[in-house]
């Protein structure tokens, strides 16, 4: 029996891997350079929120969900910002707490005397409706400007890039794994090791600098 020669359908077209022309993995933490550089362009440019929305996303080391859905009753109370905060993380339902340093406190407040509302209302707004919070992928347009106008490379950096800057720089001058995954609220140190990128050299380094 003759077989029959099956050729392609002209209709179909050739599946492309989702990652076609992307780069992706882990995104990388801001150096210190960097976040001054930043926060230097966004002054210069008197981007008062985007400065604000930069230093609270440093501080809180929250994800994007959580960050840009922050009400002003979160981080206000008797009209100042507090010096520290407690919000329940959308992904996991677990509390975290984090610090709001002087420097944030500034520039924050200076966003909030600018924006007014009340307790109740979101910190960052969308200015599409007054009841709805600036979205997560608006954020990330932002953080592309930001991060473009400092010299950087986009794609090489994602919102997640500001939730890592803090704690990859406490943790390559303490060494203390534990402070950190307490100030991401993994509840698995495993998730913390990974979301680091700890490695075994990392581990030497740090154990070559304690002298015995």
Known sequence: ?????????????ASMPWNAGKMVGAKRALKEKHVWAIRFWLGSEQRIRDRALFDLALDSKLRGCDLVSLHIGDIVTSGQVRHRAMVVQQKTRRPVQFEITETTRESVRAWLEHRGGGLNEYVFPSRLSAKAHLSTRQYARLLDQWVQAVGLIAGEYGTHSLRRTKVAMIYKRTGNIRAVQIL?????????VRYLGVDVEDALALSEATDL
């Not at 029996?1 to 077209?13: A, C, D, Q, V, Y």
């Not at 991401?184 to 913390?192: E, I, N, Q």
């Open 1 to 13: 029996m003759e077989k029959k020669t099956r050729f392609p359908s002209p209709t179909l077209k």
């Open 184 to 192: 991401l609220g993994h509840s698995k140190l495993d998730s913390t």
